[in-house]
């Protein structure tokens, strides 16, 4: 599984010197401050500190690079508990538990649960590329589109228990969110409901509209408070309690692992990435839960679920980069233009001629994420002060942000009218008891099953569940689908059931 003799030479390249090191820890401040900034993307972190590399050798520019990478991960679960904006689309989850418990002033606890999530998860993540790098790359070759609409598929039906006092206001919130997916043109060239507008040629940009619907509705919601943490003696940033917070991801070990694992496995699956693999995990986490009804209100096993899933997916998307040179979002995408400016091709020659690279960059990763729980808990009473500042200051400084977020998104006058449309209808939403975040589910994954089902019909000639029982990774998928939708709630009631009798 291992080389043993690279494994040591690669140890020889990280510490016979401290170069390789000197940028990881403005790489992971960078992220931070990339990830927290609602509408500044990681990977457009990583493209505009691109050149800087020109002048490094390659494995000095993979991890400051990497280090990016993952300190983004964790500054987008930051703002998505403190102000409930998620400030990428991996941190949706995120949002749905930090909030609240930001809100009943345990802001502390929920930064430290994240961040200490955040740190496992994506050393799970590295610890399994290291040794199943090889077995993950032919993995990652059988999967197509009957795969990826299951994944997909796995990750819509989180929709439905979004709201658990009214199913049907949750179903048609996601359902609303599925239609506006498809504007725009479509995977086959079709032109729908674009009502002559030039800016919906591409559909909706999810990530104005994501910042609009959870940010900017949330902001004009909370326009008659005075602070986020209403209780003055709440809003004091207490290292004991993050450290307490950070602690609490020990009680519940089998979330942590399970996330992780989701993780790992869904972001090494090319296009894919975090933001499925965030929603999967929190799915399965309330699924599972002997209490799913504390979630959304601020229940601990949420935040850990899905920050343990954001970041482990950072592990799994570097096995198609470093296995067969293809990138597996845009984050890697810059990676891959980081291989070509040092001459490099990843792939299986590039893992076996250079295993030594190869370890060097993945033990460095794991060395990112030590240093991650350092400079997240130096940062977290920076970031997390923005509970002091009073909501007549903070309201209209974020509302400006998110406007210049959608801009910057889409370069042009589109993103901050997608804001500004969705903070709208996010605020008649949450006035009439309709979940939000089932409306963005629906939006950002229901253009991403519409291309895989078109290729899916495509490849099996219009019979799609006979192709599927020639698919043994899909099929297996399915059944474990169903079996966790309908088996752990019968399970659930008949515990219950019994319960009541004993």
């Not at 917070?245 to 090494?268: D, K, M, N």
């Not at 070509?340 to 295993?355: D, M």
């Not at 399915?478 to 009631?493: D, H, R, S, W, Y």
């Amino acid at each position: 599984m291992i080389d043993h003799f690279a494994l040591s030479q690669a140890f020889d390249l990280l510490f016979s010197s401290f170069s390789p090191w000197l940028w990881v820890i403005p790489g992971l401040l960078i992220g931070l401050i990339f990830g927290s900034i609602p509408g500044l993307q990681i990977s457009m972190a990583m493209a505009i500190f691109l050149p800087v590399t020109f002048g490094m050798d390659f494995l000095q520019a993979m991890l400051f690079l990497t280090s990016i990478f993952t300190g983004g991960a964790y500054g987008g679960g930051v703002t998505a508990i403190l102000m409930n904006i998620p400030g990428s689309s991996s941190s949706i989850a995120t949002a749905f538990d930090g909030y609240p418990m930001a809100r009943q002033g345990k802001h502390n606890e929920a930064l430290g649960l994240g961040l200490a999530a955040s740190v496992v998860g994506a050393f799970v993540g590295y610890i399994l590329l290291l040794f199943l790098i090889d077995p993950l790359a032919a993995f990652v070759l059988k999967i197509g589109p009957m795969e990826m609409v299951v994944v997909v598929l796995w990750g819509l039906t989180l929709i439905a228990t979004l709201n658990t006092t009214s199913m049907p206001k949750g179903l048609l919130a996601g359902m609303f969110g599925l239609m506006l997916s498809q504007i725009g043109m479509s995977t086959t060239g079709v032109m729908r409901t674009t009502v002559g507008n030039p800016y919906l040629l591409d559909g909706i940009p999810v990530v104005p509209a994501m910042i609009g619907i959870f940010a900017a509705s949330e902001l004009l919601r909370l326009r008659g408070s005075n602070f986020l943490v209403e209780d003055k003696a709440q809003r004091d940033i207490s290292m004991r309690r993050i450290l307490l917070g950070g602690a609490q991801i020990f009680r519940h070990p089998g979330v942590l692992i399970r996330g992780s694992l989701i993780g790992a496995l869904i972001g090494a699956i090319p296009g894919v990435g975090s933001s499925v693999a965030n929603l999967v995990s929190y799915g399965e986490a309330r699924r599972s839960s002997r209490h799913p009804e504390q979630f959304g209100k601020g229940a601990p096993e949420g935040v850990i679920a899905a920050e343990s899933a954001n970041s482990s997916s950072e592990g799994g998307s570097m096995t198609a980069l470093l296995a067969l040179g293809i990138p597996g979002g845009a984050a890697t995408a810059v990676l891959l233009a980081a291989f070509s400016f040092h001459n490099i091709v990843g792939g299986p020659s590039f893992i076996r001629n250079q295993t030594d690279v190869v370890y060097s960059i993945i033990i460095g990763n794991l060395g990112q994420v030590v240093l991650l729980a350092i400079v997240g808990l130096l940062m977290l009473r920076v970031l997390g002060l923005v509970v002091r500042v009073p909501l007549p200051y903070l309201v209209p400084s974020v509302l400006a942000l998110c406007a210049w977020g959608g801009y910057g998104i889409t370069g042009t006058v589109a993103g901050p009218l997608t804001v500004a449309v969705f903070a709208g209808l996010g605020w008649l939403m949450r006035r009439n008891g309709y979940p939000v975040a089932a409306t963005v589910i629906g939006l950002l994954l229901g253009r991403m099953m519409e291309g895989e089902v078109v290729r899916t019909l495509q490849i099996s000639g219009r019979h799609p569940m006979a192709y599927l029982l020639e698919r043994p990774i899909a099929l297996v998928l399915f059944v474990i689908m169903v079996l966790v939708l309908v088996g752990v709630p019968v399970l659930k009631a008949w515990r219950r059931r019994r319960a009541a009798a004993a």
